[in-house]
């Protein structure tokens, strides 16, 4: 069965940095595009971060060059390493990735199970 593992959320004061982790595990044929969405009470989620399996990149506007989105493809994993956080970033990170297990014809959306990040001012 394919899951999404995450790690690296955490407290950290503003203008900290953290770095999330997210590992694909299970038998799968095909990873394609990954990323980082986050989610807080008062929003829907939203996107931060995604690449390609070739290494294209794409990040949502409030990201302004702070957050870099990176992959490993031999270890089927993602990461996003975060820099100058500020308050507003606080939210539940989730790790997604577009996935064909095994035994599928095509290929269908994983979610993490969410890490907290809490940026303190």
């Known amino acids: 069965q394919v899951q999404l593992v995450e790690s690296g959320g955490g407290l950290v004061q503003a203008g900290g940095s953290l770095r999330l982790s997210c590992v694909a595990s299970g038998s799968m044929k095909v990873i394609g595009v990954m990323g980082w969405y986050r989610h807080t009470p008062d929003k829907p989620r939203e996107l931060v971060a995604v690449i390609t399996s070739g290494g294209a990149t794409d990040y949502a506007d409030f990201v302004q060059g702070r957050f870099t989105v990176s992959r490993d493809n031999a270890q089927k994993a993602v990461y996003l390493q975060m820099n100058s956080l500020k308050p507003e970033d606080t939210a539940v990170y989730y790790c997604?990735?577009?996935?064909?297990?095994?035994?599928?014809?095509?290929?269908?959306?994983?979610w993490g199970q969410g890490t907290q990040v809490t940026v303190s001012s």
């Open positions: 997604h990735a577009k996935i064909q297990p095994q035994q599928f014809l095509g290929l269908t959306d994983f």
